[in-house]
């Protein structure tokens, strides 16, 4: 099964008959798009994925 970026599927059409799997996809996410501003937890469903979160945050 090919997983395809979220930023190309993720329309009105799609949400409205795959919604909980959508819900799923984008719960927790950990990577942002750049380009499109989407949020996954997966960084191969974005066109342009950054890591929301840097490793670990530093203790002061
Ligand atoms: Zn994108």
Known sequence: MSQKELCKIA????????????????QNPRYLCKK?????NAKELL?????????????K
């Open 36 to 40: 499109c501003g989407r949020a996954a």
């Open 11 to 26: 329309k009105k059409d799609y949400l409205d008959s795959n919604l909980n799997d959508y819900r799923v996809l984008v």
């Open 47 to 59: 066109c342009k994925s950054k890591k929301l979160y840097k490793k670990k945050p530093s203790k």
